[in-house]
């Protein structure tokens, strides 16, 4: 199958809301007189690094629940007023951004809910887009538009000093909007995300949960899983996992250092998607592990030839360096 | 536990033949007269860039079984002479590398056997040690000096053209001797790997193959495992797990990129042990499916909050880079 044919393949799936349609009419920036970031994290502070380097927002009003995020936010100016009350942060806000774990993301909607500005963008980052919308759309207020979204970026570190304003640049954003959005705020949330340097695209929200769950959840499971199997080895002391973890192991130590919170939230939150994929990936593990105990070589070289085309699309894609082992040090 | 106490939890186990030994006495660089490499792919490439930054070997011979691979050796300059039947490369070498997959090292041991210099040092460098003893041992010819060994440094690139000098840098290889090994050809095959950079450690054929169970063959096999479910998906299209791979899935196409004939060979040379950790792996997922299922939140934050320590101590451990994202661009 040739590239083109695959994106025209995915076509029904995602709509792509750059390139072609972009070049029609003229990509300004979008400007929101008054941006509030509801969590500062590795999120959190990198839209705030982006927005001010891009000159997005007037003025960033920041939010975090507690004490020592907010002040190091302030430390590192990541706003221009900082809360402990998200509603506080909200007011008179053109957009609202909810950068909390999954299964805040409800209570936090809750709580905004009165302080919303009529005509302002509500959206959020979560990996899980149908949980999401259940849990925040019955706390948006008529005239507030309310667009789901996820962008697919991110690193093992987490807190207000993780954020950088490249961590968006040439990374997929997700938009899922609901039945009836307002296409004009649908649009000004597109080129926010253009403006951050992403590609944005909008998707089915229980398609983004699926394909969420194999391209970023079960991976992660499996990092975290396998990090507590070799911890749990009485055979092997974990002194002699660390030193010879080059061989493999500690590529998934990186995954598997990510905020447990957030993976927590994401796992009970998307947990249909994850369970019927693992059921696959299991499967399929079963039939290596036959494989191995049979002896049968063809079958494994088969499987294990099978996966550099999917490594060469990537790095061709631009979503991976060809650099070995990721050019690290 | 400290640190100092797990590396003496460790030493049971394993022997670093580097650190406080080596300063006891002055640590001269071995010289080779002459050097074979039978292989020239990313390890046998590498080790040839190293001698010649090092001066470890007055002349390099190299061999492979194909002719494009010897014709771009001899392009790359990777040795003085290049020959098709490794018998021919290893006639008067002092130092012996099999550099082939762990399949082949038997026979090719069988074929260079009759060339063999007396007193001359035979080494490998597969990851598997058990099977390369009992597959090579029979070949070794009196006065032969048989060494197994194992850097534990590689990347998802293979063939003539993947090496590097710095491969071995900071790397740990682990030597396997066998009982009445001479102290003096182990000494000096010592220096060779710590004159590349190496630290070295002698281990346990079995307890190697248990350790390098864990921290390499398991993750290469969830790894390919993981590559496939996603490619076999049929709700998500290729084209989707390609863009959105940044999520996760990328890191594990990285190790699944690895030369699948060197790994083929791996699981059918280390069966028992990798048949032992994939069944302590699906144990652990299971539980974590389970916990998924059941909405229990507390037992997943407590699987996923263990493992940043584990990170933590890899980048001290000087076998990862504490840069976000493996500090990849």
Chains 1, 2 share one sequence.
């Not at 995020?69 to 609202?96: I, N, W």
Request: proline share 6%; hydrophobic share 40%.
């Amino acid at each position: 199958m040739t590239n083109e044919a695959k994106a025209s393949a995915s076509r029904p799936q995602a709509n792509e809301r750059s390139g072609q349609a972009a070049a029609a009419k003229p990509k300004e920036k979008p400007f929101f007189e008054k941006v509030a970031l509801i969590g500062l994290g590795l999120i959190g502070s990198s839209l705030s690094h982006v927005m001010r380097r891009e000159g997005l927002a007037g003025t960033i009003s920041g939010a975090a629940r507690s004490e020592k995020t907010l002040r190091r936010a302030a430390e590192l100016g990541l706003a221009d007023s900082f809360h402990q009350d998200p509603a506080e942060a909200v007011r008179d806000a053109d957009l609202v951004f909810l950068n909390v774990p999954v299964g805040a993301m409800g209570p936090v909607a809750e709580r905004i809910r009165p302080a919303l500005k009529k005509g302002a963008i509500l959206t959020d980052v979560g990996s899980v887009k149908q949980s999401v919308i259940r849990d925040v759309s019955p706390h948006v207020p008529e005239g507030v538009h309310f667009i789901p979204g996820h962008p697919i970026a991110g690193t093992e570190q987490s807190g207000p000093d993780a954020g950088f304003p490249e961590l968006f640049e040439n990374r997929w954003c997700l938009l899922t909007p609901l039945p009836g959005t307002d296409e004009k705020a649908l649009d000004r949330l597109t080129r926010f995300w253009q403006a951050c340097g992403s590609h944005v695209e909008t998707m089915d929200p229980a398609h983004h949960d699926l394909v969420l769950g194999i391209t970023s959840h079960l991976p992660h499971l499996i990092a975290y899983n396998i990090v507590a199997t070799a911890a749990d080895l009485e055979e092997v002391t974990e002194s002699e996992v660390i030193k010879y973890s080059a061989g493999g192991f500690r590529d998934f130590t990186r995954l598997a250092a990510s905020d447990p919170v957030m993976w927590r939230d994401v796992f009970l939150n998307n947990r249909e998607a994850v369970l019927e994929l693992l059921g696959r990936f299991m499967e399929d593990l079963h039939a290596l592990q036959r494989a191995i105990r049979w002896g049968e070589g063809d079958k494994l070289y088969e499987v294990f030839s099978r996966s550099r085309r999917i490594r060469r699309e990537i790095i061709e894609a631009g979503q991976d360096t060809p650099a070995p082992n990721f050019g690290r040090r």
